[in-house]
T-cell receptor, first 112, second 113 residues
Framework: DSGVTQTPKHLITATGQRVTLRCSPR?????VYWYQQSLDQGLQFLIQ???????AKGNILERFSAQQFPDLHSELNLSSLELGDSALYFC???????????FGPGTRLTVL | GQQLNQSPQSMFIQEGEDVSMNCTSS?????WLWYKQDPGEGPVLLIA?????ELTSNGRLTAQFGITRKDSFLNISASIPSDVGIYFC?????????????FGTGTLLAVQP
C-alpha cells in the first residue's frame, strides 16, 4: 500500500459525459501528479500540482482539467468523453518536486 | 506521447533463472527509476538511481544508471513466481518546476515454477 488513495476504482460511462476522479496523496506529500495508461500510448504524464498550484502540463487534452485543494487532495475532471478516453488513470504523490513518486491503485475508466 | 525504449518486450523464464532488462533514451536524465506493476494495480517503485554510473541493489534486484545518462538496466537474480508482472523504467529530468516521469514501454515477465 503506497498510501495514495484513488476513487472510484472503476467507472463506466457513456460518450459525451463528464466524470471526476479523486486522489488523496500520502500524508505529508505536497505534489500530486496525474498519469494516463492506455494500451497504445503506455503511461503518459498529464499534469502536476504542488501545494495547490499547477506546476506542469503534459499530454493533457483541453477537455480535461484538474485542481488541487487546500487539503491537498486532487481531482481530475474529464468532460465530453470519447471512446478513446478509456484508460487507467493514476495519481502519484511526492514530498516535494524532485522526490520519488508513489502511485495510487488507479481508476479504470470505460467509456461506452 | 514520449516513451523510452525498453527491451525485451516480454520474457518467459523458469523459476531460479536470472533476468536482465534495459532502457534507452535519446536524451539524458537526472534520475532513473524502475517500477513494477501487477495487474489492476499502480506501479510500485523498486529502485531509484540518482547518479551516472551508480549501481544500486534492493534484495535480488540490481539496477545501474548508465554513464551516458541515457540508459539504465535492471537485473533480477534467482527469479521466483511472485516476480511476475510488468516492469517499467522511468526517466526524470529536473528543470523548471516539473519532475514528470517519462516511462518506458514495459517488459512483461512471466516465471514458470
Amino acid at each position: 500500500d503506497s498510501g495514495v488513495t484513488q476513487t472510484p476504482k472503476h467507472l463506466i460511462t457513456a460518450t459525451g459525459q463528464r466524470v471526476t476522479l479523486r486522489c488523496s496523496p500520502r500524508s505529508g506529500d505536497l505534489s500530486v501528479y496525474w498519469y494516463q495508461q492506455s494500451l497504445d500510448q503506455g503511461l503518459q504524464f498529464l499534469i502536476q500540482y504542488y501545494n495547490g498550484e499547477e506546476r506542469a502540463k503534459g499530454n493533457i487534452l483541453e477537455r480535461f482539467s484538474a485542481q488541487q485543494f487546500p487539503d491537498l487532495h486532487s481531482e481530475l475532471n474529464l468532460s465530453s468523453l470519447e471512446l478513446g478516453d478509456s484508460a487507467l488513470y493514476f495519481c502519484a504523490s511526492s514530498v516535494g518536486q524532485g522526490d520519488e513518486q508513489f502511485f495510487g491503485p488507479g481508476t479504470r475508466l470505460t467509456v461506452l | 506521447g514520449q516513451q523510452l525504449n525498453q527491451s525485451p518486450q516480454s520474457m518467459f523464464i523458469q523459476e531460479g533463472e536470472d533476468v536482465s532488462m534495459n532502457c534507452t533514451s535519446s536524451s539524458i536524465f537526472n534520475t532513473w527509476l524502475w517500477y513494477k506493476q501487477d495487474p489492476g494495480e499502480g506501479p510500485v517503485l523498486l529502485i531509484a538511481l540518482y547518479k551516472a554510473g551508480e549501481l544500486t541493489s534492493n534484495g535480488r534486484l540490481t539496477a545501474q544508471f548508465g554513464i551516458t545518462r541515457k540508459d539504465s538496466f535492471l537485473n533480477i537474480s534467482a527469479s521466483i513466481p511472485s516476480d511476475v508482472g510488468i516492469y517499467f523504467c522511468a526517466g526524470q529530468r529536473y528543470g523548471g518546476a516539473t519532475n514528470k516521469l517519462i516511462f518506458g514501454t514495459g517488459t512483461l515477465l512471466a516465471v514458470q515454477p
